[in-house]
């Protein structure tokens, strides 16, 4: 059974990720999408919106997405089927029980993916492991997590350094690692990858425009008060006046004609050699 992920699927949580793409949220990837028949499995596809993109960029090939979400899982084959992407298969799973997936199989696939998965997890070295175990020789394992800590914005509203403590503690409280961006690759040297089979990179969110703050701003101001976040914050002690401090602030960014945030995405390539 996975752990309850921290932000739970409320729509606006889902809003943020149905807004990625490769070329936003995987550009990492895109040098090794060359060839077309590559069989690629996301782990932590979440609403599937990377996972249906990849699949269109290897028309020949197979993408296999996999979240412990039924909620999710269901959303991703709608997306696909919209799309009308068929090389894709959404199945609900967990990564530590991936022997209980049909079709996924110890060096199946030239590609393992992970998005924005690993910081939510409590093992995170184990789950990088079982990925190392599906991945063909010659294939790569692709992670990217963003660096909480690394967060900025302008102007330096007091309100969102409360925000981040706050959004870090309770993260740390069911033992993730929010700032686990930083030591991806030395969490794939302790899964057994050499340092020369590792690609290190790091890409930024920037969100500065009206549009992108109304988008960026407008997903933590709902979150802040109706997602999982706010069930957590509350069991942790803060009130109802907190949380609405927390929209306030991020209102306040929005409307703010020089106000931007930006954060830092962490990524690794690893190449399987041997
Ligand atoms: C931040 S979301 C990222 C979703 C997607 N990769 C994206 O970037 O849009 C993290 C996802 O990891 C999933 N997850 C949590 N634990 C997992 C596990 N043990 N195995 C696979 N996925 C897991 C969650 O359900 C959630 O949908």
Not at 252 to 263: N, T
Request: charged fraction near 25%; proline fraction near 4%; hydrophobic fraction near 40%.
């Amino acid at each position: 059974m996975a752990q309850p992920y921290l932000h739970g699927h409320h729509a606006s949580v889902l809003r943020s990720h149905e807004w990625r793409t490769v070329e936003n949220s995987a550009p990492h990837l895109i040098p090794y999408l060359s060839k077309p028949s590559l069989k690629i499995l996301d782990v932590g596809c979440g609403s599937g919106t990377i996972t249906v993109d990849l699949a269109s960029r290897v028309p020949q090939g197979f993408v296999y997405g996999i979240d412990p979400s039924a909620e999710v899982i269901e959303k991703a084959r709608n997306h696909a089927a919209d799309k009308g992407v068929t090389n894709v298969q959404f199945e609900v799973g967990d990564i530590n029980n991936w022997k209980d997936l049909n079709g996924v199989e110890e060096q199946g696939f030239d590609i393992v993916h992970a998005h924005q998965v690993l910081q939510h997890l409590q093992d995170p070295l184990g789950a990088t492991k079982e990925m190392k175990r599906l991945i063909k020789l010659g294939g790569i394992l692709a992670i990217r997590d963003a660096d909480y800590s690394a967060m900025q914005w302008y102007p330096d509203l007091p309100g969102l350094r409360e925000w981040l403590d706050l959004y870090i503690t309770l993260a740390k409280r069911i033992n993730c690692d929010p700032n686990i961006g930083k030591r991806l690759h030395a969490v794939a040297m302790q899964a057994g990858f050499v340092r020369n089979e590792i690609e290190t990179s790091a890409d930024t969110w920037v969100f500065s425009t009206p549009e992108e703050r109304a988008f960026w701003c407008g997903v933590w101001a709902e979150r802040a008060v109706q997602s999982n976040f706010k069930t957590n914050a509350l069991e942790y002690g803060k009130t109802e006046d907190d949380l609405q401090k927390i929209v306030d602030t991020f209102r306040e960014l929005e409307k703010a004609e020089d106000g931007w945030f930006v954060i830092l995405n962490c990524q690794i390539i690893c190449h399987v050699t041997a």
